[in-house]
């Protein structure tokens, strides 16, 4: 996992908060896009770093172009100051 240097947008963190909600969902891919609430996220480089920062991550392993759910990992958790309940297992 790598994190982003400079702080996010105020983009970025509305998107990490939209996960955190259970509204975000991602595609199964090297450069995943990402629906929020059903419609496409139109800042693909945002959500790509995001995900490439390790913030987010997909909850499921499908086939490729598959939409599954989006979920934080534990640095997008303490990055919006979320409380972690036990032990997350983070993505190797």
Known sequence: MTTMNAPLSNRGMATLRAVAAGR??????????????????????????????????????QPPTTWVPAELTLAGRLLLNLPVAGPIAEAA
């Open 24 to 61: 975000v969902e991602a595609t199964c891919s090297i450069e995943p896009d990402l629906r929020v609430d059903g419609l496409f996220c139109s800042d693909q480089i945002t959500s790509h770093q995001l995900m490439h920062a390790g913030y987010i991550r997909l909850a499921d392993t």
